[in-house]
C-alpha cells in the first residue's frame, strides 16, 4: 500500500479517450496537404510529446521541412479546436475513481503534453465535477515532459513531498517524468501504450482499470 496524499494524472490516454478525435483532427490536416492519413491505431504510436511531435511523425519524411511542418501543424490545431470534444470521453470507471478520491480528501491535479489550452478546455468540459488543484498543459518547450519541472511545481502547490504523490499515466513518457520527479510512477493499461514499454520505463505499478488504483493507496 502506498501512503499517497495526492495523485497527478496524464490526461490523453488516461482520464480521456482522446485518441479518435486526435487522428481524425491530424488526418483531415493531412488531406487538405495531399499527405497520406493513418489509422487510428497507428495514431497510438504518435502521440504523447506534444502537437509537434505528432506532426512530424504523421507527415511523411519527405515534408519534414520547418515551414511544412508548421503550416500542418497550424491547421491541426485549427481544426482540432473545434473538434476536440466531438468523440473524447473519460474511460468508464474514472468518474467513479475521481470520487473516491476526493471522498478521501487526496489532492488531485492534471499534468499533459497536450498544449495547456486544449488541456484546460477538455478538463473543464468534461472534468468539471471534480476539483484538480493543478491543469497543467504545454506551454513552454522547455517543459515537456519527461521534464519533471512542472510536476515538482504541482507537488508545491500541494504543499506536498514528491514521494507523498502517485503519478498516473499511459506512456514511457509519463513513468520517465514520474521517476525523474521522486513520485511513485504508476501505469495504465487501457491507454495508448503497452505493458513491456510502461515497465521498462520504470512504472512501480500496472493498473488493468481505474478502480485498481484504490487498491494500492
Not at 490516454?13 to 487510428?40: C, M, R, W
Not at 515538482?152 to 520517465?176: C, H, N, T
Amino acid at each position: 500500500m502506498i501512503n499517497a496524499k495526492g495523485v497527478i494524472f496524464d490526461l490523453d490516454g488516461t482520464l480521456v479517450n482522446s485518441l479518435e478525435d486526435i487522428a481524425d483532427s491530424t488526418n483531415a490536416a493531412l488531406q487538405k496537404f495531399d499527405y497520406p492519413v493513418h489509422d487510428v491505431q497507428t495514431y497510438k504510436q504518435f502521440v504523447g510529446h506534444g502537437i509537434g511531435d505528432l506532426i512530424v511523425k504523421a507527415l511523411p519524411e519527405s515534408a519534414w521541412d520547418a515551414e511544412n511542418i508548421e503550416r500542418c501543424q497550424n491547421l491541426m490545431m485549427a481544426i482540432y479546436r473545434e473538434n476536440c470534444l466531438n468523440k473524447t470521453r473519460p474511460y468508464d470507471g474514472i468518474g467513479e475513481l475521481l470520487d473516491k478520491l476526493v471522498s478521501r480528501r487526496i489532492k488531485l491535479a492534471v499534468f499533459s503534453n497536450k498544449s495547456d489550452d486544449f488541456t484546460k478546455h477538455i478538463v473543464s468540459s468534461l472534468l468539471s465535477n471534480w476539483n484538480f488543484e493543478a491543469v497543467i498543459g504545454l506551454s513552454n518547450e522547455a517543459h515537456k515532459k519527461p521534464n519533471p519541472l512542472m510536476a515538482i511545481k504541482i507537488s508545491q502547490i500541494f504543499d506536498l513531498s514528491p514521494d507523498e504523490i502517485v503519478y498516473v499515466g499511459d506512456s514511457a513518457v509519463d513513468m520517465q517524468t514520474a521517476n525523474k520527479a521522486g513520485m511513485y510512477a504508476v501505469g495504465v493499461l487501457w491507454g495508448y501504450q503497452g505493458r513491456e514499454e510502461l515497465l521498462a520505463n520504470g512504472a512501480q505499478r500496472l493498473l488493468n482499470h481505474p478502480w485498481d488504483l484504490l487498491n494500492i493507496l
